[in-house]
């Protein structure tokens, strides 16, 4: 570990800051529960086990995140072809809406010292990006949130075609905005090695531990939104 990452130090002007989404920006959970309670009868309404849809959920990972599917009834249609069993549309919609719903609950509201941090970043002429590994009915509440408008540019892996930790995901984002990874600033709690990813690109990559507490790293750890302040100076 170089002493720069133990210091947390941050030798050139930032130029941006990139966040990852959930469990930076916004929370899934609250006093360790998820929000949403996420109940379904895929038994009564697809034919298949809570067991078996999950292995073939998490069997779709990566396609999910990089755009092979359209959208969610695509992931569930898949499933249940891969399975042999006919497709209830109407079982279908009912799940699609459902998850656009539990996928809105963390958007609101939105923590103050995450927008406190967000606005402070902008008054000091810092640009403001999002990367994120999501699927479209993820970030379905975004351009109605009240994060979007502090945000110059947003990078969703689903539409980007590559997600975190691969490099190209980073350079995408700093391009798109004119910026230098080397002058920027990625902020994640450490999901799908997106520290390292951030890294390797050739950013500096900072640990956000005030949401999820189970991931460990290497990484400077900032416990508050707005201990990130300090760090830049």
Not at 205 to 215: L, M, V
Request: net charge neutral.
């Amino acid at each position: 570990m170089t002493a720069d990452r133990r210091k947390g130090s941050v030798p050139m002007r930032t130029e941006a800051v990139f966040f990852d989404l959930y469990e930076t920006l916004i929370t899934e959970f609250e006093d360790g529960r998820r929000r949403s309670k996420r109940a379904y009868d895929y038994d009564g309404l697809l034919g298949l086990s809570a067991e078996t849809f999950k292995a073939e959920w998490s069997a779709r990972q990566t396609r999910r995140m990089n755009g092979t599917f359209r959208d969610y009834p695509d992931v569930l249609r898949d499933i249940l072809a891969a399975r042999g069993l006919a497709v209830d549309d109407r079982a279908v919609r009912f799940l699609h809406e459902s998850r656009l719903e539990e996928k809105r609950i963390p958007f609101a509201p939105i923590r103050e010292d995450v927008l406190a941090l967000l606005a402070r970043l902008r008054a000091q002429g810092i640009k403001l990006g999002l990367i994120s590994n999501c699927a479209r009915e993820e970030v379905d509440a975004w351009e109605s949130s009240e994060l979007a408008p502090h945000f110059a540019d947003r990078v969703f892996s689903f539409e980007a075609g590559c997600s975190k930790p691969d490099e190209a995901i980073y350079r995408l984002a700093c391009g798109r905005m004119g910026v230098r990874p080397e002058a920027c600033v990625f902020v994640g709690d450490g999901g799908s090695r997106e520290l390292e990813g951030a890294e390797r690109a050739g950013m500096r990559a900072f640990h956000a531990y005030w949401y999820n507490t189970h991931i460990e790293s290497a990484y400077p750890k900032l416990t508050a939104p707005l201990e990130l302040l300090r760090v830049l100076g």
